[in-house]
């Protein structure tokens, strides 16, 4: 089993500031196969990233990701108000998926 | 329109079954990967269980044996079959999918349907 590694565990930054979580996986993800999603109180998970780098439908460009091998990133440029919520990373490259324990990141 | 709706959740004794339906619309259960993930109270995501199109199936180690999910593809509803359940499987259990069948991650869930174990 991949086992995914997410830092820091809370985040506290201020509208505008610029979020950089990281996502490391105890061996390689094959073919990238990592994705982020956002989670917000008493809602479904929503997608923000797929493959590493590609941003989902509908996801605003400040979402950006990157990353391959064991080390991937989630970079949102500029917090906006909705973007303070929990985080996870998941990779779906194996044949036992998993998921990251999350990073949330709260207002400063 | 894609929409997963899951039903079956309730409260159940330990060592007792449930069966969860995730009714989907918008595309046949048949042509994508289907997967459930579920969430403890207060916990981060745990991936359960992967059905592909092909019929191929995979689960967590903590569910392996006692969990079986499956699909009917005339009633376009996914299942996940729960036996021998514990204390730790309480959680909000969540059906989702991805846009094809080419892994993408998860594009589309449901609401989740609650599953409580207790006695």
């Known amino acids: 089993e991949i086992v995914l590694t997410q830092s820091p565990g809370t985040l506290s930054l201020s509208p505008g500031e610029r979020a950089t979580l990281s996502c490391r996986a105890s061996q390689s993800v094959s073919r990238s196969r990592l994705a982020w999603y956002l989670q917000k109180p008493g809602q479904a998970p929503r997608l923000l990233i797929y493959d590493a780098s590609s941003r989902a439908t509908g996801i605003p460009d400040r979402f950006s990701g990157s990353g391959s091998g064991t080390d991937f990133t989630l970079t949102v440029s500029r917090l906006e108000p909705e973007d303070f919520a929990v985080y996870y990373c998941h990779q779906y490259g194996s044949s036992t998926w998993t998921f990251g324990q999350g990073t949330k990141v709260e207002v400063k | 329109e894609v929409q997963l709706v899951e039903t079956g959740g309730g409260l159940i004794q330990p060592g007792g079954s449930l069966r969860l339906s995730c009714a989907v619309s918008?595309?046949?259960?048949?042509?994508?990967?289907m997967t459930w993930v579920r969430q403890a109270p207060g916990k981060g995501l745990e991936w359960v269980s992967l059905l592909y199109s092909g019929g191929s199936t995979y689960y967590a180690d903590s569910v392996k044996g006692r969990f079986t999910i499956s699909r009917d593809i005339s009633k376009n509803t996914l299942y996940l079959q729960m036996n021998s359940l514990r204390a730790e499987d309480t959680a909000l259990y969540y059906c989702a999918t991805g846009p094809s069948d080419t892994l993408t991650g998860l594009h589309y869930w449901g609401q989740g349907t609650l599953v409580a174990v207790s006695s």
């Open positions: 918008g595309f046949t259960v048949s042509n994508k990967y």
